[in-house]
């Protein structure tokens, strides 16, 4: 009876060590010799090893100002944050598309893919099938975490030239895909059932699991990139929903109308009113005057 005790309790410390291996326990940039790193309440933010200093430390204050946006020192919602460290997802800053694919590489290893592979299986899904494409990704994310892109070519570090920063885009993609998506998964969840993606198919006319080249006159929300999956286009109705009505893209009408037509609260107020009423819970902590 003592060896099966001891027995038992070897085997438990291994899987323990193996769920450690293979899935991060807190936000974490991969292994790769002199990458830089900068914290954001318990985030890790990656800047490959030849990125300027100053695009860390810009990329930092983007961050820290998302996740405690109104500004008191405190998280706004600890929930959505702990489901980013949880999965051990980052914002990575890159200067080439040559650098995305080395911190990919090490960032999900060959185990992991290996892994991921069982995984698939054991859901009954197949990578070779379209329409698995959405869950698998899930999958992956859920049980390894991502990492989302912002490039330095594209950051805006002054108010001047630019009237747009997109590290802004790309951090807030962060919080929302893996923070509020996480924890809040039948209200931001990125799937056809959530509360999110109902209010998405009503400002695009109807339910489309890809994105079209045209949407009905009425459609207020008419993303193109037929590249985007159906979760990407929950990610970024969110991000243009959650901006437009902090008054971030107030002065962008002309420029985003292809896209996104609610730039302002007032239009959101107007048009949208239950989108309105979602983002505005207190419960969430996402508007400016909660």
Known sequence: MLNQIVLKQKMYVVLILLIFAVKPAMSQCPNIKDIKIAKSFGIEICAMPKVDDKYLIHAKKVMDKLIDYNNDGLVDNQKAIDEIIRTGSTLAIFRSEREVYKFEN???????????????????LDFERDEDEDKIEALLEQNFGTFLAVFTKEMNLSSRGKTWDPTIEEALHLITHMGYAQAYPNIFGQNKHSEIAKLMDVARGGYFERAQRRYPSAAYYTYEDDSCTYACQITEFTYWAITSLRGQQADRGNEISDEWQLYTPEKIRNVAPKLEKLLTKEEYKIYSEY
């Open 106 to 124: 090490v960032f999900y290893p060959e185990e992991v893919m290996e892994e991921m592979e069982k995984i698939t299986r054991q859901n009954g």
